[in-house]
């Protein structure tokens, strides 16, 4: 593995991690929502966890470019 492919691999665990906060985030704003009755911190905390899961499917489909083209 050279350095940039390193750098890379580095760069999608990195995501992959901030990706995993946000959809914490989003589910503990989600339920607070639930419990206080609160219908925009619900939807707000529904939609962190949507733009995770985008996220992880962005560095999905990254992986499986560079098994395609090593």
């Known amino acids: 593995?050279?350095?940039?492919?390193?750098?890379?691999?580095?760069?999608?665990?990195?995501?992959?991690?901030?990706?995993?906060?946000?959809?914490?985030?989003?589910?503990?704003q989600e339920v607070v929502g639930e419990i206080t009755g609160n219908p925009q911190d619900k939807a707000e905390g529904q939609a962190k966890q949507a733009e995770a899961q985008v996220a992880h499917t962005v560095e999905n489909i990254k992986d499986e470019i560079k098994k395609a083209v090593d």
């Open 1 to 28: 593995m050279n350095q940039l492919q390193a750098g890379n691999k580095n760069m999608s665990a990195e995501k992959r991690v901030e990706a995993t906060a946000k959809n914490i985030e989003g589910k503990i």
